[in-house]
């Protein structure tokens, strides 16, 4: 059983940064790639960024490129997400998500095989 769970959202100014951590329990994914996606109110999920899990191989969406860095701590079992210069536009529940297969396409949602909760980012302006 394979479970992942968020934490390190909040409320931050625009402008701000926060990190957001995903641990995981159960299996690996050493040949696989862990994501973050987001939904806003009324939008549907968005690709953010994806790391593969064994060389760490990054994909950003150009939203947030050179703002986000995402991470991983193998030993740890831990995906993490760097965001910086937040704007009201990141404001979003933030989900990481992982799969085995990383010749899936990265940025679609189907890709993906396990899900967290989520955790809710807000950016005030």
């Known amino acids: 059983q394979v479970q992942l769970v968020e934490s390190g959202g909040g409320l931050v100014q625009a402008g701000g940064s926060l990190r957001l951590s995903c641990a995981a329990s159960?299996?690996?994914?050493?040949?696989?790639?862990m994501g973050w996606f987001r939904q806003a109110p009324g939008k549907e999920r968005e690709f953010v960024a994806s790391?593969?899990?064994?060389?760490?191989?990054?994909y950003y969406a150009n939203s947030v490129k050179g703002r986000f860095t995402v991470s991983r701590d193998n030993a740890e079992k831990t995906l993490y997400l760097q965001m910086n210069s937040l704007t009201p536009e990141d404001t979003a529940v933030y989900y990481c998500?992982?799969?085995?297969?990383?010749?899936?396409?990265?940025?679609?949602?189907?890709?993906?095989?396990?899900w967290g909760q989520g955790t809710q980012v807000t950016v005030s302006s």
């Open positions: 998500a992982a799969t085995n297969n990383r010749a899936r396409d990265a940025s679609s949602s189907r890709s993906y095989d396990y």
């Open positions: 159960g299996r690996t994914f050493s040949s696989g790639r």
């Open positions: 790391i593969t899990w064994s060389i760490g191989i990054t």
